[in-house]
């Protein structure tokens, strides 16, 4: 476990990464026995940091749900991070690439709570009793801290990588549709390049939500009405760049868009 003073000092160093767009070296190689415990405290002390600074927390993201995703990390378990109100951009937003550091997409459902939910012991059932309703949405990935050798420990201090979401589309409820079946063809530049189906997360993304519910309670926190749950790609990260139009076909649930600047 690391001393307050080591988590006080990380959490400021993210902050000002954010503020610089210039990432901070490796975590895991600069403190030797940091842990997930750790990683988590860094990030709450971010936070509210930010919070401090006037920002506001709407929901959480869910991240590494996949097998894909868990793939194209190295990263065996997933984690979670926080929703700030700047972050939630509309369809057809255009975005400025130089406001992210290694900019990536994720296509994704967000959940949109109208109950509480509280763990530990919180079902999927659970969760899709306590959904208003599910939309399509890109996860703008970010990062505060180097790519480059990332263990979960550099990923949960770094907002489990959360940079901003676009959401668009049709809203559903949760029970007039199967979401497992939800699929996704994501476009950049007018070309295909990756495909997925809602399954991936945890064989059901309701299934992601109920895991972040008995996680928060862990940390003595719980997920709130008017909540906005990202709950996890189903789909490999996509490198962006200037210039980029990324679109995203999610069928009957209709199309996400945005374009990089």
């Not at 030797?32 to 990030?43: F, L, N, P, R, T």
């Not at 990332?150 to 901003?164: E, H, K, L, Y």
């Amino acid at each position: 476990m690391l001393d307050p003073q080591s988590i006080e000092t990380i959490a400021d160093e993210l902050v000002e990464a954010g503020r610089t767009r210039t990432p901070v070296p490796l975590l895991h190689t600069r403190y030797e026995g940091m842990d997930i415990e750790d990683s988590y405290a860094v990030q709450k002390l971010w936070a509210s940091r930010l919070e401090a600074q006037g920002k506001r927390v709407v929901g959480r993201k869910i991240g590494l749900t996949s097998k894909a995703m868990q793939a194209a990390t190295g990263i065996t378990e997933p984690d979670y991070g926080v929703i700030f109100d700047d972050m939630v951009l509309e369809n057809g937003s255009v975005v400025d690439w130089k406001r992210y550091t290694h900019p990536r997409i994720e296509v994704e459902l967000a959940f949109r709570l109208n109950q509480d939910l509280k763990g530990p012991g919180v079902t999927l059932f659970d969760v899709l009793d306590a959904t208003d309703y599910v939309v399509p949405a890109l996860e703008i990935l970010d990062s505060r801290i180097e790519m480059q050798g990332r263990t979960i420990v550099d990923t949960i201090s770094d907002n489990a990588a959360m940079g901003a979401m676009v959401v668009g589309g049709r809203p559903v409820r949760p029970h007039d549709v199967d979401l497992r079946w939800v699929s996704a063809l994501l476009y950049q530049n007018q070309e295909i390049v990756e495909t997925g189906v809602a399954a991936g997360v945890l064989n059901h993304p309701a299934s992601g939500v109920a895991w972040l519910a008995d996680k928060l309670a862990q940390h003595g926190q719980s997920l709130r009405a008017g909540d906005l749950v990202l709950a996890g790609s189903f789909t490999r990260p996509m490198w962006v760049y200037e210039g980029d139009t990324v679109y995203a076909d999610y069928g009957p649930l209709g199309t996400v868009t945005c374009r990089f600047v």
